[in-house]
């Protein structure tokens, strides 16, 4: 098993990606052409995938570990959670997440071999998902001048929520000092955001990079509003047949 000290730290990272799976799982058939149906799709099922990884790290039942804690018991950020059901919205999501993700993952590198490796691969398919969101926004912003302000009001509304991807979790300290990670929560957040304003930058836009952080607490087992009927259709499976494998 790996050291316990990486509980929270992995089982945040774990508990997003589970959610961000399942949430971009959810334009399947409903995005505005083709090629996003496919590409949110792909990418939802890489996050799945992350989150079994980590998850078989920290337990030896998955399924438990997964579906069949209580709410509470989640470390998800309300990023996340929330249903984002317009498609620049979808999209704002996508891009911040991922930029996001691939700092988070960036960071684990260089600890214990079982968890570098699993980052080590994920960092490869993240390349997949920034490659699409970063020219995808680019296309939007430099678009019209409607597809501009509707993206960048998303971008503007969505910006705190993902500056909360960055919450400490419980005995940060005690991993950056161990250096089971590069890097604690506050610097990661600050190479982040000079990534996402260099991106943004290229198109004209710029935030209000000091917006103070939207909905923390998910760190700790506070949810947003969305997250119970959330919860429910993912352990849907497991409530109806306790011994249902993923």
Known sequence: ??????????????????CMGHRHSEWLGVAPFL??????????????????????????????????????????????????????????RHYLYDLAETVRWETLLVGEDAVAGVAQRALREERYHTGHAEPMMRRMLEGTEESHRRLT???????????????????????VIAGLVGSGAAELEMTWCDRVRTSLGRSGVALDWEAA????????????????SMWETMTAVTAIDPAAAW
Not at 54 to 69: C, I, K, P, T, W
Not at 156 to 164: D, I, K, N, S
């Open 1 to 18: 098993m790996i050291d316990p000290r990486y509980r929270a730290v992995l089982l945040a990272l774990a508990d997003d990606e589970l």
């Open 35 to 92: 090629e996003e149906d496919l590409a949110f799709a792909s990418i939802g099922q890489d996050e799945l995938g992350h989150a079994r990884a980590l998850y078989e790290l920290l337990s030896n039942d998955v399924d438990a570990l997964a579906f069949g804690r209580d709410q509470d018991a989640f470390r998800s950020c309300h990023l996340v959670e929330l249903p984002c059901r317009s498609w620049e919205d979808a999209l704002a």
């Open 153 to 175: 009001e998303s971008l503007e509304a969505l910006y705190p929520f993902a500056r909360a991807l960055f919450e400490p979790t419980a005995a940060e300290s005690d991993v």
């Open 213 to 228: 952080p939207a909905g923390l607490g998910g760190r700790n087992g506070s949810h947003s509003e969305y997250f119970a």
